[in-house]
């Protein structure tokens, strides 16, 4: 009898614990996923509860339906979870525009197929300019840089200007250079017109191209909206949930900002300024600014130029150009000065940097004003081609290179025509990764693709998508699949100052995920190329989800 009351009363007690400890109301859980954090201290989970678009508690599947309650519980049976991709470096703005108003040039072996493009995209966009954008002479036979005879036969009377896939030099046709006038005939520093026999052959490089490219009409708001929203769409679906743009105008990101306001645009947006005086004026003076999904943080510069128009700035000449080392864009006096307003603004300065010689100056520009090890985050953009004296300096200086892995793959089948041994020290990135502990990672779009696994990809096999080179090119620079899965999300955060807020799956962080149909952390490397996104999520809200047609 005594045992039976005994028991009883346990019971009672029992009970009365369960409803005492009512579980806590949360939006949605995700339950029976395989859950990759990017979260050190728990690296892998089943499940989690998300309340308000914040990640409320992380673990396993039994933990987090003990613990919680939601009308919604999303059953993964399965599938693959990471946090939200970041890019570290793209042309967000640039996408939509070459969306919305640019021919797609990328991948055309000759003029030929370059005006049959031309021909194709004018029939639905009969704007005042024809603008192309992603011609590569190194896909032509001859592998030389066009001249623009074709373009004047069958475009004599509208303006065509085609930027090359690296942005760094441009195609224009006769018309173009007509109107430019007299700005194109004197010598432009930073830039060059290319000539043949002293007449211009329609290829313009670096800051030569700025006396055309004014002339091309900006966007109206309206289009700048619809350009944003075409980027917007195409980053969402490569399970994209936030972009650093590498350098907007206070005018566009006044338009990114309200068109978050209104939650028309949901990805979330960094932005490095355009050094120009306006945009400086409007956002120094506030010190870094932060808007819900929002941030400005950091000046853009160019040092130099680009490697496949052999604008990269080089210590010795090109190895198949030997009176050329490259073009200098921006005078040391220049960068130093804005240097100097940005460690007052507590700002980031972000060079473009490629060759060595332009990252031996940037380094040592950086390093009169950071002096010794500091949390600035001033960024080197590609860090390329290094010397190999120079590489410590990163470490030294805590100064982030911020590397596209599909650079090295892209650039691989000329990059030792260029560099000769030099190369054996470009697209260093383990050795960058070892300078820091850590290694923002990016794509460059739009001149390399927009999704994030290809990143993964060229960073963990050194190949290229047809798996060329065998064994990876220069293998002993891959990066690791968690330091690639972290390079994407948590380091690239970090590269922007919102690692507190994105970056990996943890408690109290923005709830911004993927789910993939692959496990990448495992998967052949045939398996990552197909791997699928199939919903982006930010901030607890699925913002795309593939069709189940797709
Ligand atoms: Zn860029």
């Given at each position: 009898?005594?045992?039976?009351?005994?028991?009883?009363?346990?019971?009672?007690?029992?009970?009365?614990?369960?409803?005492?400890?009512?579980?806590?109301?949360?939006?949605?859980?995700?339950?029976?996923?395989?859950?990759?954090?990017?979260?050190?201290?728990?690296?892998?989970?089943?499940?989690?509860?998300?309340?308000?678009?914040?990640?409320?508690?992380?673990?396993?599947?039994?933990?987090?339906?003990?613990?919680?309650?939601?009308?919604?519980?999303?059953?993964?049976?399965?599938?693959?979870?990471?946090?939200?991709?970041?890019?570290?470096?793209?042309?967000f703005k640039?996408?939509?525009?070459?969306?919305?108003?640019?021919?797609?040039?990328?991948?055309?072996?000759?003029?030929?197929?370059?005006?049959?493009?031309?021909?194709?995209?004018?029939?639905?966009?009969?704007?005042?300019?024809?603008?192309?954008?992603?011609?590569?002479?190194?896909?032509?036979?001859?592998?030389?840089?066009?001249?623009?005879?074709?373009?004047?036969?069958?475009?004599?009377?509208?303006?065509?200007?085609?930027?090359?896939?690296?942005?760094?030099?441009?195609?224009?046709?006769?018309?173009?250079?007509?109107?430019?006038?007299?700005?194109?005939?004197?010598?432009?520093?930073?830039?060059?017109?290319?000539?043949?026999?002293?007449?211009?052959?329609?290829?313009?490089?670096?800051?030569?191209?700025?006396?055309?490219?004014?002339?091309?009409?900006?966007?109206?708001?309206?289009?700048?909206?619809?350009?944003?929203?075409?980027?917007?769409?195409?980053?969402?679906?490569?399970?994209?949930?936030a972009v650093c743009d590498a350098g907007l105008d206070a005018k566009t990101i006044h338009q990114i900002e309200?068109?978050q306001?209104?939650?028309?645009?949901?990805?979330r947006v960094s932005a490095m300024l355009d050094p120009?005086?306006e945009t400086l004026n409007e956002f120094l003076p506030k010190g870094k600014y932060f808007n819900k999904r929002l941030a400005v943080t950091a000046i853009k510069?160019?040092?130099?130029?680009?490697?496949?128009?052999?604008?990269?700035?080089?210590?010795?000449?090109?190895?198949?150009?030997?009176?050329?080392?490259?073009?200098?864009?921006?005078?040391?006096?220049?960068?130093?000065?804005?240097?100097?307003q940005a460690?007052?603004a507590g700002y980031q300065v972000c060079?473009?940097?490629?060759?060595?010689?332009?990252?031996?100056?940037?380094?040592?520009?950086?390093?009169?004003?950071?002096?010794?090890?500091?949390?600035?985050r001033?960024?080197?953009?590609?860090?390329?081609?290094?010397?190999?004296?120079?590489?410590?300096?990163?470490?030294?200086?805590?100064?982030?290179?911020?590397?596209?892995?599909?650079?090295?793959?892209?650039?691989?089948?000329?990059?030792?025509?260029?560099?000769?041994?030099?190369?054996?020290?470009?697209?260093?990135?383990?050795?960058?990764?070892?300078?820091?502990?850590?290694?923002?990672?990016?794509?460059?779009?739009?001149?390399?693709?927009?999704?994030?696994?290809?990143?993964?990809?060229?960073?963990?096999?050194?190949?290229?998508?047809?798996?060329?080179?065998?064994?990876?090119?220069?293998?002993?620079?891959?990066?690791?699949?968690?330091?690639?899965?972290?390079?994407?999300?948590?380091?690239?955060?970090?590269a922007s100052f919102w690692?507190?807020?994105?970056?990996?799956?943890?408690?109290?962080?923005?709830?911004?995920?993927?789910?993939?149909?692959?496990?990448?952390?495992?998967?052949?490397?045939?398996?990552?190329?197909?791997?699928?996104?199939?919903?982006?999520?930010?901030?607890?809200?699925?913002?795309?989800?593939?069709?189940?047609?797709?």
């Amino acid at each position: 009898m005594h045992f039976v009351n005994r028991t009883l009363s346990l019971f009672i007690i029992f009970m009365s614990l369960l409803s005492c400890s009512e579980k806590e109301p949360v939006d949605f859980i995700v339950v029976n996923a395989r859950v990759y954090t990017s979260n050190n201290s728990l690296p892998i989970a089943e499940s989690f509860a998300v309340k308000d678009g914040v990640f409320q508690k992380v673990g396993t599947t039994e933990e987090i339906k003990k613990l919680y309650s939601a009308q919604r519980i999303i059953d993964l049976k399965g599938q693959y979870v990471y946090p939200g991709f970041m890019d570290a470096h793209c042309h967000f703005k640039g996408l939509g525009e070459m969306l919305d108003r640019w021919a797609d040039l990328r991948g055309c072996r000759n003029m030929v197929e370059i005006i049959g493009r031309l021909k194709e995209f004018r029939k639905n966009h009969p704007a005042e300019w024809l603008l192309g954008r992603g011609w590569d002479q190194n896909l032509f036979s001859d592998k030389q840089f066009p001249d623009n005879a074709l373009l004047n036969k069958f475009f004599p009377e509208v303006p065509v200007y085609l930027m090359r896939i690296d942005g760094h030099a441009a195609l224009v046709n006769n018309e173009a250079l007509r109107r430019a006038g007299q700005a194109i005939s004197k010598p432009i520093p930073g830039g060059e017109v290319i000539r043949v026999k002293g007449i211009p052959t329609g290829v313009l490089v670096d800051k030569a191209m700025e006396p055309v490219r004014n002339l091309i009409p900006a966007m109206s708001n309206q289009e700048l909206e619809s350009a944003l929203l075409s980027a917007q769409q195409a980053c969402l679906s490569k399970g994209l949930t936030a972009v650093c743009d590498a350098g907007l105008d206070a005018k566009t990101i006044h338009q990114i900002e309200k068109l978050q306001h209104e939650g028309k645009l949901k990805i979330r947006v960094s932005a490095m300024l355009d050094p120009n005086e306006e945009t400086l004026n409007e956002f120094l003076p506030k010190g870094k600014y932060f808007n819900k999904r929002l941030a400005v943080t950091a000046i853009k510069l160019y040092a130099d130029g680009a490697l496949g128009s052999r604008g990269a700035l080089l210590l010795k000449p090109y190895s198949d150009d030997p009176e050329n080392k490259g073009i200098l864009v921006t005078q040391p006096e220049r960068i130093r000065d804005l240097c100097k307003q940005a460690l007052a603004a507590g700002y980031q300065v972000c060079t473009h940097a490629i060759g060595d010689s332009a990252n031996r100056l940037i380094l040592d520009i950086y390093a009169e004003f950071l002096k010794d090890s500091n949390d600035m985050r001033w960024r080197i953009e590609h860090a390329q081609v290094l010397a190999p004296d120079d590489i410590h300096k990163f470490g030294r200086f805590n100064i982030i290179p911020s590397v596209q892995p599909t650079h090295a793959t892209s650039d691989m089948p000329w990059a030792p025509l260029r560099l000769g041994h030099r190369v054996t020290h470009a697209y260093a990135y383990r050795e960058l990764l070892e300078q820091n502990g850590w290694l923002p990672l990016g794509t460059d779009f739009p001149i390399e693709e927009i999704n994030p696994l290809l990143t993964f990809y060229a960073a963990v096999f050194r190949t290229n998508v047809q798996g060329n080179p065998p064994g990876g090119f220069q293998f002993e620079n891959a990066l690791s699949r968690e330091q690639s899965l972290l390079g994407m999300t948590l380091w690239a955060a970090k590269a922007s100052f919102w690692e507190k807020e994105i970056g990996s799956i943890s408690a109290g962080k923005k709830a911004d995920f993927v789910v993939l149909d692959t496990d990448i952390m495992h998967a052949t490397a045939y398996q990552i190329l197909n791997a699928k996104v199939l919903e982006t999520w930010i901030e607890g809200e699925c913002v795309s989800k593939i069709s189940s047609n797709d």
